[in-house]
């Protein structure tokens, strides 16, 4: 994406903005990379029950349809991945500066 926006004239500003929201939107996508055997799935297994289950019922094989899995998506980043990620990010710094004081 980001070679393609480079060569594309696209204002730099315009090219920050969609480079930073590519980067965001697929972090959902890559938590899959952090479960563990012993883990409980966590914010991954939110982000699938999200786009999966409407109004307490498990998508039919075909899902909900595109409209649906985008509204959804877009909620869950928003109201849990966004919150959840920057207490993770607090949490990590206030580690950090306990170990750089011991």
Known sequence: MSLALVSSGVPLSIRNNL????????????DWQSLQPYSDGGIFFEFCDALEVKDDQV????????DYALGAW???FSD?????????HR????????????
């Open 19 to 30: 480079l930073i929201s590519w980067y965001l939107v697929r972090n959902n996508l890559w």
């Open 80 to 88: 849990t991945y966004l919150p959840f990620s920057k207490l993770l």
């Open 91 to 102: 949490l990590s710094a206030q580690a950090s500066l306990r170990m750089s004081m011991s």
């Open 59 to 66: 998508a039919p094989a075909s899902g909900w349809g595109l």
């Open 74 to 76: 877009a909620s869950f």
